[in-house]
């Protein structure tokens, strides 16, 4: 009897043993199936927008290049207006759009930018990161309007951390923007004068401040008022993140029964809605009567043109490798996009060590 009993609890303990074994392997079958649907969606869709952004990437690096080998005749500040001008500065507004467009569109989408976690989507989320934040972020300038600032009074900041160098630029830009409501800084030279000098004495006394030096006399800050609010009114044209999302969606049309959601407007379409949409025009800013034979300070377009164009060659490059099967660039233009972008990282790279030399102590 006992032994009858022993036998059915280990029957039991068998058939349960079995039976919690089938119900995991059921789990693990299923959660990998899922798995697998995820990523076949999520690929599909990485599919779909990764050579629209690469084709937008590639047209616009060659006409940045184009501008920057060639000084881009059609954005200087007296060119003439004629037919063939008007279109290169509106395609080369279009062409930006139609990046940022294309962007939305795929993280809209909910593709690989946001879900797909291989190793190839996360250089190109990379990428397209490096490439919003160039268009966005403007940190390092206002940290060279310190340097700048300061070296023009005569402060001694070779000792300043970067960490605090960029919390000055933070709040030097936040006084600046109470006397100019519409953060446009080039507004600061319509400034009356002696708003000029109360802007510019709160920004030397917080300098100051934070760089534990004797506080500047009022005397000392109006000798060189002209020059300080040179440093201040740079020219730029930052396109924020919220404007890009904003950007994007106005360049987006909705598609029905396609394999993708959205589409880009053309460039005729595009020419009429930029008349009314006030995101549109924020782009022109950027490439409106630029001189990029003038790579200085005074004009941060310039170089953010050339950083521009440096994301967009990494961007290109990171899908090129992804799409290697059906690749949308042939070897030989990467080759001399790539060739180009190192010669103007060089450029940076010595500016910025210039920049820095003045400023930082030798060890």
Known sequence: ????????????????SVGALVALITI???????????????????????????????????RLREVLMFKGAFLLPDAPMNGFFKYKFESTVYRLCVLIGWIR?????????????????????DAINNFQRVLADGSHVEVSIFEELSKSYGLEIKQITPQTRQEIGVELERIVFKYIPNQIKKNVSNLERGKQL????????????????QILEESKIKEKIEVSIDEIAREFCWIYRDWQNAIGDEMLTQLEDSYRHFDVIGFGEFITKHEKSDWLKKVDNLFSNLDVSIDNRF????????RIYITLVK???ELNKAIEDEQAISKKELKILIEYQKKLKEEIENMEANRLARSTPVN
Not at 105 to 122: M, T, V
Request: charged share 35%.
């Open 105 to 125: 569109a795929a993280k809209k989408e909910h593709s690989y930018i946001e879900g797909f976690e291989d190793a190839k989507s996360s250089e190109i989320r």
């Open 1 to 16: 009897m006992t032994d009858q009993v022993n036998w059915a609890l280990i029957n039991t303990l068998i058939s349960a």
């Open 198 to 213: 109360e802007m510019v004495k709160s920004i030397m006394d917080f300098i100051c401040y934070k760089t534990n030096q």
């Open 299 to 306: 004009d941060t377009r310039v170089s953010q043109v050339k």
């Open 315 to 317: 961007l290109i490059d």
């Open 28 to 62: 693990f079958v299923d959660g990998r199936r899922k798995r697998n649907e995820r990523k076949r969606v999520e690929y599909d869709t990485y599919k779909r927008y990764s050579k629209p952004i690469m084709f937008a990437a590639e047209t616009l690096a060659w």
